[in-house]
C-alpha cells in the first residue's frame, strides 16, 4: 500500500510553531500595552492583546440565529467556544462529542458525522454562519464532509434537535447544527491591532497543531486573518494497537472583514481548508466478517472546501421591517479521490467537485404585537465528476463511468415566515415554509437520468409554558423533508460491504414528522432539561439488492423509498453549582428505532446509537488554575437492523458498552499565557463508538499552549 512520506516529530513542530513564531514577531514589533487573563478563557478560543493604550475585548454578536430563535420552546443545545475545541478536537464533529443529543460516527481519520436522535448525513443538516454546507452530492450516510470545517474557527455551535425544515428546508430532518464563526467586530474608538497564537500537542496519533490569528480595526471597522495547521500520525487505539493508515494532514485560512456605518453593516468572509491525502480505513483493513480488506488503496485525494460570504445588514429599513438581511454566499468542495480493490491492479481516479451558489433574504418586523421573521431563499447546485483508471503495472489509463452524472444540478427556492409570541408566562412560535426544488439528472455517461420536480411544503409549532418561576414546560410539532440529491439519484461505483450503487432515477422525498415534550429547570444553582421525542420517519431512501452481482462479486444495489421507521428517545442534561468554584455537568441520551418494511417486515433501525452519558466536575482552584474530570460512558448496542449485521464496521454480534475516563489542568502561567494539560481515557480501553469504522484514541495526553505578546 502506498503510503505519503511522513515528517520526523522535529518536522512537525516546526511546521506546527511557525505560525505562532510569525504572530509572535508581528505582535512584538508592535505596541506592547499589559493584558490581563482571564482563567475561563478557552484555551482554543485564540488570546489576543490590544496594542493601543485601550484594552479593548472584541464585541461578540448578539445571537440572531434562526436555531437560536427557536430555543425558548424547543429542544436546542448550545456549545459555546471552547468546550471541546481546548480538548484538541480535531475536527467539528468532534466538538459534538458527549453533547445531549449527539453521538459521533467515525468512518475515517480527520472526519465524523454527528447522529441526531438517531438521523445522520444528509438527514441532519448542518449550517455554517447559516449557510448549507449539505449540498448535491451530501451523502445519506455517514460522510466525510464536517472535516472541510476548521474547529478552530468556531465561535459557537447551536444544534437543533428535531426536525427543522420549517425554516431551513431540505435535509432537516434529525436536527440542524449551526455552526458560527467570530467576527472581527471592535468597540474601541482608535485603532487596535490583536494578535495571538495556539501550540498544541497530542500523544495517540503524535499529532501536532497551531492556530495563529491577528485582527485589527476599531469601533465601525475590522479584520482579521487565521491560519490553523494539523499533523496527525497513525492513531494509536486502546491498549497499544496502532491502526495503519490513519495518517493525514490539514491546512486551513479564513480572512474576515466588517464595516459598519450608522444603520448599515456588511461583512465579508473568505476561507479555505485543504485534506491533501486522508485514507479511508475501514476499507483498508478488514472488518467484521471480513479475511481481506476491500480496498488495497483508497484516499480521499484531496479533500477541500472554498467559501466566499458576502452579508449586508440594514437596520430600521421601512414601515415593512426594523431589519433586513441580505446574504450572498459561494461555495467549491472538492471530493476527489483515488481507490483501487484489494487484488486489483486497476487504480481508479475520481474527481468529484461541486459549485453550490445561494441567495437569502430575511425581514424581522413587528406585526400586530408579533414579532415576524420572513424571507427568501433561492440556491443552485453543480456537480462536475469524472473517473478514469490505471493500470498500475502497465501506466495505461483510459476514461471510466463516473461517480456521479457529470452536469447534474440542483436548484431550490422557498419562501418562509416564523412568528413567536411572548405573553406573561405563555411564549408560542409557529413557522412555516413552501419550497421547491427542481432536480435534473443528465443521462450523461449512464444512460440513466431524471428530471424531478419536488414542491414541499413544512411547518412547526412549539409551545411553552413558565409553570414556576424557574421550570417550564415545552412541546413542539415539527415537519422535515429531505428531497432526493444527485448522490441519491446518480452514484454509480463500488460501495462498502461488498456492494455496487447503479443509479436510482425514479424516488420520491423523505419525510418526517416529529413531537416533543420536555422541561427546563433555571434556577441559581441548578439548570436542567429533560426531553421525551418521537420522530415518524416515512418514505426512508434505502440501498436494496437487485439479486444481481458484478464480474467482481460485488452485490449490486439500488436506491428505494421503501420503508418507515419510528424513533424514540429521552434526553437529560444537568449542570449545579455544588460549591464555590465547583461545578458538574452531566448529560444522558437514550434513542430506540423500529424500521418496516415495504415488504411488512420489522426490525430494529438502522446505526442506532446505545444509550451515551457523560458526567465531569470542573474546580476552579484559584483564578489561575481550574481542574477537571469526569467520565464518559456507552452501554452495549446489540439490538441491530440486517443492514447493520452486514456492515463490516458493526460487530454483528453487538458493539461493546464502554467507559472512558479523563482530565484536565488549565493554568494562567504569565498574564499571556495559558497552558493546559488533559489526560484522556486514561484507563487505556479499546473500544469503538458504535457503527464507527476505526477504534477510539487510547490513553492520550493533550498539552497546549497560548500565547498573548
Known amino acids: 500500500m502506498t503510503r505519503r512520506p511522513r515528517h520526523t516529530p522535529s518536522e512537525l513542530l516546526r511546521r506546527s510553531l511557525v505560525p505562532v513564531v510569525f504572530i509572535s514577531i508581528s505582535g512584538l514589533a508592535a505596541a506592547n500595552p499589559e493584558a490581563a487573563s482571564e482563567a475561563d478563557e478557552a484555551v482554543a478560543e485564540l488570546p489576543s492583546v490590544v496594542v493601543t493604550a485601550e484594552r479593548e475585548k472584541p464585541k461578540k454578536e448578539p445571537v440572531d440565529s434562526d436555531v437560536s430563535r427557536l430555543e425558548p420552546t424547543r429542544a436546542v443545545t448550545v456549545l459555546e467556544p471552547e468546550w471541546g475545541a481546548k480538548a484538541g478536537s480535531p475536527g467539528v464533529a468532534d466538538l459534538m462529542r458527549g453533547t445531549l443529543g ?350 424531478l420536480l419536488s414542491p414541499n411544503l413544512s411547518g412547526g409549532v412549539g409551545v411553552s409554558y413558565l409553570v414556576h418561576r424557574a421550570v417550564r414546560i415545552l412541546s413542539s410539532v415539527s415537519r422535515g423533508f429531505r428531497v432526493p440529491n444527485v448522490h441519491d439519484l446518480s452514484t454509480l461505483g463500488s460501495r462498502p460491504g461488498n456492494r455496487y450503487q447503479v443509479p436510482s432515477p425514479d424516488l420520491g422525498s423523505e419525510s418526517v414528522l416529529g413531537a416533543d415534550l420536555g422541561v427546563r429547570l433555571e434556577g441559581e444553582r441548578v439548570t436542567a432539561e429533560m426531553f421525551g421525542f418521537a420522530s415518524f420517519y416515512r418514505d426512508k431512501i434505502e440501498a436494496v439488492p437487485t439479486g444481481e452481482t458484478t464480474p467482481e462479486g460485488r452485490k449490486i444495489v439500488r436506491s428505494e423509498n421503501v420503508s418507515r421507521m419510528t424513533l424514540i428517545g429521552s434526553e437529560l442534561a444537568v449542570r449545579a453549582r455544588l460549591l464555590p468554584g465547583l461545578e458538574l455537568r452531566g448529560n444522558a441520551t437514550y434513542t430506540w428505532g423500529e424500521e418496516r418494511q415495504a415488504s411488512g417486515e420489522t426490525g430494529p433501525g438502522e446505526r442506532i446509537p446505545p444509550l451515551t452519558g457523560r458526567a465531569a466536575l470542573d474546580y476552579q482552584v484559584t483564578s489561575r488554575v481550574r481542574l477537571g474530570a469526569g467520565v464518559a460512558l456507552a452501554a452495549r448496542q446489540d439490538r441491530l437492523a440486517a443492514r447493520d449485521l452486514t456492515d463490516p464496521r458493526i460487530n454483528p454480534e453487538g458493539t461493546p458498552g464502554w467507559a472512558t475516563i479523563f482530565a484536565s489542568l488549565q493554568m494562567v502561567l504569565h498574564e499571556r499565557v495559558q497552558a493546559r494539560l488533559a489526560a484522556e481515557n486514561i484507563l487505556d480501553r479499546r473500544y469503538r463508538e458504535h457503527a464507527s469504522g476505526m477504534d477510539a484514541k487510547g490513553f492520550n495526553v493533550v498539552g497546549s499552549v497560548a500565547l498573548q505578546l
Not at 451523502?139 to 470545517?149: C, D, K, S, T, V
Open 102 to 451: 449527539v453521538a459521533v460516527q467515525q468512518t475515517g481519520p480527520g472526519q465524523g458525522a454527528p447522529i441526531v436522535r438517531g438521523l445522520v448525513g444528509s438527514a441532519v443538516l448542518v449550517t455554517v454562519d447559516g449557510v448549507r454546507l449539505n449540498n448535491a452530492i451530501f451523502r445519506p450516510a455517514p460522510n466525510q464532509y464536517y472535516g472541510l470545517l476548521d474547529a478552530y474557527d468556531v465561535e459557537r455551535i447551536e444544534i437543533l434537535r428535531g426536525p427543522g425544515s420549517a425554516l431551513h428546508g431540505s435535509d432537516a430532518m434529525g436536527g440542524v447544527v449551526n455552526v458560527s464563526t467570530p467576527l472581527p467586530r471592535l468597540e474601541a474608538a482608535t485603532w487596535q491591532l490583536r494578535a495571538g497564537a495556539l501550540a498544541l500537542f497530542q500523544s495517540a496519533d503524535r499529532s501536532f497543531t497551531s492556530r495563529a490569528h491577528a485582527m485589527g480595526g476599531k469601533r465601525g471597522v475590522g479584520a482579521s486573518v487565521g491560519v490553523t495547521v494539523q499533523s496527525h500520525d497513525d492513531l494509536r487505539a486502546g491498549g497499544g494497537l496502532k491502526q495503519v493508515p490513519t495518517a493525514y494532514d490539514s491546512y486551513a485560512v479564513d480572512a474576515k472583514a466588517l464595516v459598519e456605518r450608522g444603520s448599515h453593516e456588511g461583512l465579508v468572509v473568505a476561507k479555505y481548508l485543504q485534506q491533501p491525502s486522508t485514507p479511508r480505513f475501514d476499507v483498508l483493513v478488514p472488518g467484521h466478517g471480513q479475511s481481506e480488506p476491500e480496498m488495497d488503496v483508497f484516499r480521499f485525494e484531496p479533500m477541500a472546501r472554498l467559501s466566499l460570504l458576502a452579508r449586508y445588514r440594514l437596520a430600521d429599513p421601512g414601515r415593512f421591517a426594523r431589519r433586513m438581511e441580505v446574504v450572498g454566499s459561494f461555495q467549491r468542495i472538492w471530493d476527489d479521490r483515488v481507490a483501487r480493490e484489494h487484488g486489483d491492479v486497476s487504480e481508479m481516479s475520481e474527481d468529484n467537485r461541486v459549485n453550490v451558489g445561494d441567495l437569502r433574504l430575511k425581514l424581522t418586523s413587528d406585526l400586530a404585537g408579533l414579532a415576524v421573521t420572513y424571507g427568501a431563499d433561492a440556491s443552485l447546485d453543480l456537480v462536475e465528476s469524472a473517473r478514469r483508471s490505471r493500470n498500475i503495472n502497465t501506466g495505461d489509463t483510459k476514461a471510466e463511468k463516473a461517480r456521479f452524472a457529470d452536469g447534474s444540478r440542483v436548484g431550490a427556492v422557498a419562501v418562509h415566515a416564523e412568528t413567536s409570541l411572548e405573553k406573561d408566562r405563555l411564549a408560542v412560535q409557529v413557522g412555516g415554509r413552501f419550497g421547491l426544488h427542481d432536480v435534473h439528472v443528465p443521462a450523461a455517461d449512464r444512460g440513466a437520468g431524471t428530471d
